[in-house]
T-cell receptor
């Protein structure tokens, strides 16, 4: 079955450290891939997306993600964490239909 | 409007009651989606409209849930005989057609059934 898996429901990093949030998908055909961020009591905001073309995708707030077909992965990174990055992050995919399939989310905590 | 608007932002209702949740999409967006996000989970698909018609309602959990979009703009999600298990955040999103480029989400309606 087609699915999205996020490894680590909680991730803590120190301010200024590298942020790495992991996402893998399960599908015979590479999907379109997305990362969304959700701040408390707010909706989902699109960080970045991969559809076709360049596999390294840059998004807002200094985040980027790399699509690796051989590893069926789309991990999200940011070189230097900021306190304002604390939020819930969701990886999602379109598997050839109109529905976004989401992972279960990763809560990112930034340690001062 | 500038974004996707959902009302009310919070709704508390008693078990067994009927509720309506409203979504006002971005002007010109023909596709509209409803998702449900339970505590600690990612959003789950409920229903998708293209224009006035429901193109895919396979995510509606049972026949107590129904959604309409009579004029191809505002949509209403209707839940009959609410149960405590219906408590969740209901998210609406819209996009241009079904371009699969990621849609714009509203802030959601937090439904609590007591």
């Amino acid at each position: 079955a087609q699915s999205v898996t996020q490894l680590g429901s909680h991730v803590s990093v120190s301010e200024g450290a590298l942020v790495l949030l992991r996402c893998n998908y399960s599908s015979s055909v590479p999907p379109y891939l997305f990362w969304y961020v959700q701040y408390p009591n707010q909706g989902l905001q699109l960080l970045l997306k991969y559809t076709t073309g360049a596999t390294l995708v840059k998004g807002i707030n200094g985040f980027e993600a790399e699509f690796k077909k051989s590893e069926t992965s789309f991990h999200l990174t940011k070189p230097s964490a900021h306190m304002s990055d604390a939020a819930e992050y969701f990886c999602a995919a379109f598997f050839g239909n109109e529905k976004l399939t989401f992972g279960t989310g990763t809560r990112l905590t930034i340690i001062p | 409007g500038a974004g996707v608007s959902q009302t009310p932002s919070n709704k508390v209702t008693e078990k067994g009651k009927y509720v309506e949740l409203r979504c006002d999409p971005i002007s010109g967006h023909t596709a509209l989606y409803w998702y449900r996000q339970s505590l600690g989970q990612g959003p789950e698909f409920l229903i998708y409209f293209q224009g006035t018609g429901a193109a895919d309602d396979s995510g509606l959990p049972n026949d107590r849930f129904f959604a309409v979009r009579p004029e191809g703009s505002v949509s209403t999600l209707k839940i009959q005989r609410t149960e405590r298990g219906d408590s969740a955040v209901y998210l609406c999103a819209s996009s241009y057609r079904d371009e699969n480029y990621g849609y714009t989400f509203g802030s959601g309606t937090r439904l609590t059934v007591v």
